[in-house]
């Protein structure tokens, strides 16, 4: 995309607008008040992965047209529907798929647990790779199943996170181990793993017969000079153990309508998928969520055109806040809209305290890096998806309360 493109996109679609959300259902805004307080009304959350934007226009007029129109019964994805999803997909990544490989789902959890229940059982092990998006760690739990953690390395001196393949290869090589969970693009630390390395992945998986549950929901989401590689581009090889989990919802900001969509090349792996679906009373996708997504992806590529944009200004005012900034050092993003904020250098004795002042102090609320693991202790995960004005408010809050302290 040009610098042309994306400015078309920014001046098209309102990224500015700071909208105000105390008072209506987000979650995001809902937990500050509920956790401090009524007093809490202007602490800022950067936390949840939902956007501070209201979605594409495109999207919103299809939504009023079949809130005007259309009947709310039980619905079933049209061809129209796959036409769009495998559309986008072709468009988007280079990824050719076959309708007949889709399932869906109203969430890539509820859909990752779903698989989890098709290949595992109880006691079963499963690799994650922490610092990671911490449902992965509930969906174990809640299926019976033991965590292995084939934990992430940061090179301290490059400021990257990589993979630790021998220990990865030693848990695979557990007989208990069914599945891997992978993330890609990694939330949080922001990798896009190259093809050679999900090739890697994919040959160890393949080698121990272990399942591969691709969490592909950020792939939308490439920072410049990076390009996600979704696993199932990668060839035939890996398709008798590849699950693939996409959806609309975080790139067009749609989470609260429910879509998702598993992608599963191999026949029997599909069979035991839609099986366990079953077994839980099924798996669907709401009317607005499959009118949303349809829309999204025929209609609304212009509008992440613009918002891409937005996103790499962002992460370029962070950038900064961090270089200017003892004790604090960005990650650099590669994919999501998440950022990986290292604040060990700023002496607190505990991630509580760092947490603590953060909110009381700062009035700003993140995510927590000690809730993706033990190894995300003294960092935060800052969602960039916002008005860069309301972005650089909570640093200069972080700024100014930092002062202070020193």
Known sequence: MTQAEQDRGQHRYDFS????????????????????????????????ADMEFKPAPEIVDALVEAATHDVFGYDYATDDYFAALTGWMSRRHGYDIDPT??????????AINTALRAVTHPGDKVIIQRPVYYPFTFAAEHNGLTILDNELVLDEAAGRYGIDFDDLEAKAADPRCTALILCNPH???????????????????LEHGVYLLCDEIHADFAHPGHAVTMFGTLGERYRSILFEFTAPTKTFNLAGLLCSNAIIPDPELKRRFDVAAENIGGLTVSHFGLVACQAAYNHAGAWLDGLLGV?????????????????????????????WLDCRGLGFETPEALRDFMRDEARVWFDEGSLFGRSGDYFERVNLACPTALLERVLDNVDRALAARR
């Open 311 to 339: 996103l790499e200004r962002n992460v370029a005012v962070l950038r900064a806040f961090a270089a200017r900034m003892e004790g604090v050092r960005l990650i650099e993003p590669e994919g999501t809209y998440l950022a």
């Open 17 to 48: 607008t700071i909208l105000e959300r105390h008072g209506s259902t987000s979650i995001k805004w809902h937990e500050i008040e509920a956790e401090m307080g009524p007093d809490s009304r202007d602490v800022i959350p950067l936390s949840v």
């Open 101 to 110: 490989w889709v399932s869906l789902s109203d969430g890539v959890m509820p």
């Open 187 to 205: 939330n949080p630390v922001g990798r896009v793993w190259t093809a050679d390395e999900l090739r890697r992945i994919g040959d160890i998986c």
